[in-house]
């Protein structure tokens, strides 16, 4: 038989917390401590006069608990009042990279590239729905039927997602995705996403300023690697980057950051990623980086490239280096210029010298699946000629799903070897096997 609490509540001793009686619990602390008379304080002083006064809440009306229980009641009832609820542990957790919340009783996590289902759930739709109002009221945005789509970020840097019915046909979805911190290239390289000497090739291609386009699947580490890429452009260049969530860490000092703006509550006031990279033009930049290209604005990027500004890098969703130029060729398309699929092509003819491509495995590993570098044909049909230098060999998966496999380089094509070379750069060694086959996209 249970034991009961004076409130007739089932005792805690034992078992998970009670989504219900933290929401109880919290609603007591409301009645008694106003936060808008802490707001003079800072976050830490602010959970500390709240975790006080829940304690003594706690032990005055409460039911008989452990240490550990009380702490931890404590804990969940002023995250509750005063952060993201039952999420707050999981933005503490530094090894978790994304958050799935798939309604009120349906979480996920991404842990080292790997998705899992965690025993961590919202008392109800109306909590989560709570959980969403307080994220989005941050950013003046609101989320309801009118407006059943929103793109926020948390004050601390996390992307946020949020769709609900009538579009989700499963309730109220959240999507939180932690941004990755900036690693170096020899960490990738330790890693093994990027063998030593290919990581040298892309160091020198950034240094000599050839154009580069990223190119992957969702979560292969295009950002990563954007960052990481980064790191050798030189400290006197003068670098402007357009996000749509700013993410990159870019290490240099002149580095003007700008971020696209969606619609406010009215539905006016929207700056878009086309918007930003027009304007980038006009801030005499050496050199422009897009986070990620998803429409008109592509054609923008490419005549930016083609017109002083080399060494720029992008990312774009695809599928292999080929599917890269192909997705150039579409989003370029959708310009209001209303270019046909040849002036577009020759855009990308003119301005993209490589493609790094990036996957990732079945394990969770990403890591650079191809470097090929980019030509082009003559005449009247011209196309992209694309030539891979690098390029990552898996075995046949085993029991376990591991990838394994082997980087294996070619020889380097004429033309990249004389643009290293007019750039200042040393062609690096372990590129002299067998050249590989050129396969024309785009013609």
Known sequence: MALRNRTGEPHQNGHRINPGSVSRWRQRLLEEVSLDELADLDLAQRRARLEKVTGHIISRDGPVLSAGERGQMIRRVVDEALGLGVLEPLLADRSITEIMVNGPGDVYVERGGRLERIDTRFTDEEQLYQTIDRIVAQVNRRVDESSPMVDARLPTGERVNVIIPPLSLTGPVLTIRRFPRAYMVDELVAQGSVDPATAMLLAALIRARVNVVISGG???????????????????????????????QLQQQHVIRLESRPPNIEGRGQVTIRDLVRNALRMRPDRIIVGEVRGAETLDMLQAMNTGHEGSMVTVHANSAEDAVHRLQTLGSMSDLRLPFEAVRDQIVHAVDAVVHLTRGPDGTRRVAEVAVASRTDGAQAAVRLQTVSRFAAEPLGPDLRVRGEHRRHALPAQ???????????????FDAAPAPVREVGG
């Open 416 to 430: 990249l070897v004389e643009r290293l070379l007019l750039g200042g750069e040393s062609v690096p060694g372990g």
């Open 218 to 248: 969702t979560g292969t580490g295009k950002t990563t690697m954007l960052n990481a890429l980064s790191a050798f452009i030189p400290a006197e260049e003068r670098i402007v980057t357009v996000e749509d969530s700013a993410e990159l």
